[in-house]
């Protein structure tokens, strides 16, 4: 059919002799296109070739589809043969897939050729893909707006309500179809509402939240302007939701909390009662937090470590952290890691079986890891552990499990374990002298107790619970100079409550009247205290300069020989010769 490049004798006659500008206005017509436009005599020669046509296809006058277009050929076949149109949604051609369309070309009824467009479709499939993906992101959105549990409604830039979704109509009781159509001015004017979001969401042109009493309901609506690319007003979304569960919820959690409170701090008045059973005196900010930190260990079975200087009261905290635990009902046993000989402390500690050593009981002795199964172990001065038994302290840790000394049996024991120190083990961990290892498995919870100068708070109701106790004990009521009480608050007690302890017991044996004066307290307690400056104390009128100070020259070389007793050492403490204290004690006439 299609032999060689010769046009039909109709379109030869067409092409040669059209009429005046016919081609060029044909051609500029299908140049338009940006899809490919091609038309073919019934031997399947092109005569008409848009650009586009001839760019990808290499398409022109002349020359013969199925030559550039193999398959779109047998397309056009079959139209020339019957002449009907032929539409193919998705053709490969090339490396592009292309929509095709042949329309069969008649003149005077006549079947002459095919006219072919190539519709590229991936442009086509990017135009479907968005629809879909509209068609898609529009049923999510209603299905996003009707399950919605908050009330959703759409009014346009006029305040006319276009869309109500279920939930709305369930907090208004009233259908949507009711609602669609009106305008938010005449629902107020109807009583329906009694103010609009949405309208005044319209007048700010802003997001509008307002609170709506109806029917003894809150409701809180939230009305959000829609704006289009040009800043123009095209709708506004209201959302509402029926607030009145979450007030009511709302005030009675309020009440639930104070009930906690209460609860609470009726807890800790129980717990501080507890702790006044236990003796211990707290007033401090920072010794209360140490306290209370205690108390919520002590529910806890892991390993604590209390560090702080000797008499701090490492001990006490131990005691309360037992009494406080489920732990209770057992043994607290005490060990003195510092007190035991090297060489017995791992017996005493692990336990050993009879032959042991020399000297071992007969049957064995269990140590104070067994003696404190379902209890707690205190091993006070941690520090003083030599290494061989850390080592061996560390695995019961790990395992729960010991073996005595001597022994082969593997035990299981299960003991809390609570550690003191009043040294720096990280210090010692630097220097060898403890494992790091049983360090950081000791010191899963730090507890530091402050040293009591760092708490001075603390000074005066303990002062006064111990006059209180060794009263009660030697059975006098004693009362305290304010003297005294200086004194005991401005001493820095380096042995701390322990030793604060001994300073009230001394002053309640030592004092002979009813009164504790400064005299009573121990001599390092009364040098400690500055007393009264003369300047604060004031001096006598009508005494020269000279005379004065005379006077406090006389006041001070006597305190100082009342504590240091002899004159070499009045003189070292005073930073003078001792010839010249002699001179001055006679001087001033000094007995
Ligand atoms: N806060 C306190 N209230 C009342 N008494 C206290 C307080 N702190 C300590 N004590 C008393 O002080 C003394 C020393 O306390 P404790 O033995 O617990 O100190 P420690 O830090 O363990 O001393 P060490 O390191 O020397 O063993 C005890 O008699 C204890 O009862």
């Known amino acids: 059919m299609h032999k060689n490049n010769s046009l039909t004798s109709e379109i030869e006659a067409l092409i040669s002799n059209p009429p005046p500008h016919w081609q060029v206005l044909c051609q500029a017509i299908v140049d338009v296109s940006r899809n490919c436009v091609l038309a073919v005599d019934r031997r399947g020669c092109i005569f008409v070739a848009n650009a586009i046509a001839n760019e990808k296809f290499g398409a022109a006058v002349r020359k013969l589809l199925k030559d550039i277009i193999p398959s779109l050929m047998n397309l056009v076949d079959k139209t020339l043969m019957d002449g009907r149109r032929r539409v193919v949604p998705s053709m490969q051609v090339g490396s592009n897939e292309y929509r095709i369309v042949v329309n069969p070309l008649k003149l005077q009824a006549e079947l002459v050729g095919a006219i072919c467009l190539l519709e590229e479709s991936t442009e086509f499939e990017e135009v479907a893909k968005q629809m879909r993906f ?87 609506s939230i009305g959000t302007p829609v704006f289009d690319n040009n800043g123009s007003l095209i709708s506004v979304v209201v959302s509402e939701r029926d607030i009145t569960e979450i ?21 800790l008045q129980m717990q501080l009662a507890d702790l006044k059973t236990h003796k211990i005196i707290a007033r401090s900010p920072s010794m209360i937090k140490v306290l209370e930190k205690a108390l919520k260990v002590s529910t806890a079975n892991s390993t604590v470590l209390i560090t702080g200087e000797s008499g701090v009261g490492k001990g006490l905290i131990t005691n309360l952290i037992h009494k406080n635990s489920s732990r209770a009902q057992k043994p607290l046993i005490r060990i003195n890691c510092g007190a035991i000989p090297e060489s017995l402390i791992e017996s005493e500690l692990f336990g ?55 022994g082969t049996k593997v035990i299981n024991v299960n003991a809390r374990i609570l550690v003191a120190t009043h040294r720096n083990l990280q210090d010692m961990v630097a220097k060898g002298t403890f494992r790091q290892d049983l360090y950081y498995r000791l010191s899963v919870i730090p507890l530091h107790v402050p040293a009591l100068r760092e708490r001075k708070d603390c000074i005066l109701p303990l002062v006064r619970y111990y006059f209180d106790y060794f009263g009660d004990i030697t059975k006098t009521r004693k009362r305290v100079s304010r003297a005294a009480l200086d004194a005991l608050l401005s001493y820095s007690y380096p042995g701390n409550v322990r030793e604060l302890m001994n300073i009230c017991e001394h002053a309640i044996v030592m004092s002979d009247t009813d009164i504790i004066d400064q005299m009573d307290l121990p001599k390092d307690v009364r040098n400690d205290s500055p007393g009264p400056s003369i300047l604060e104390a004031g001096w006598p009128k009508g005494l020269s300069l000279k005379q004065i100070l005379e006077n406090v020259e006389r006041k001070v070389i006597l305190q100082t020989l009342q504590t240091y007793k002899n004159q070499g050492a009045v003189a070292a403490v005073l930073g003078v010769s001792q010839p010249t204290i002699a001179r001055r004690i006679k001087k001033l006439n000094i007995k």
């Not at 259908?175 to 009106?182: M, R, V, Y």
């Not at 007030?247 to 807890?267: A, I, K, P, V």
């Not at 269990?366 to 290494?387: C, Q, R, V």
Request: net charge negative.
């Open 352 to 406: 050993y079986e009879e032959g042991a050593f020399t000297g071992a009981k007969v049957g064995g002795k269990p140590g104070s890891l067994e003696l404190a199964d379902g209890g707690s172990l205190f091993l006070d001065e941690i520090g003083e552990l030599p290494l061989s038994s850390q080592v061996k302290l560390l695995r019961f840790l790990e395992k729960g499990r010991l073996t005595r000394v001597g």
């Open 247 to 267: 007030d009511n919820l709302h005030r009675e959690l309020e009440e639930q909390g104070s009930l906690t409170d209460q609860l609470q701090s009726q807890l």
């Open 134 to 220: 509209f068609q898609h992101l529009t049923s999510e959105l209603e299905a996003i707006i009707d399950s919605s549990s908050d009330g959703l409604f759409v009014c346009d830039a006029n305040a006319n309500v276009i869309r109500v979704n279920p939930a709305s109509e369930r907090i208004h009781k009233i259908s949507a179809t009711q609602l669609i159509g009106k305008n938010m001015v005449d629902l107020i004017a109807e009583g329906f509402i009694d103010k609009s979001a949405a309208l005044q969401a319209i007048e700010k042109k802003k997001t509008v939240s307002l609170l709506q009493e109806k029917d003894n309901r809150k409701i809180i």
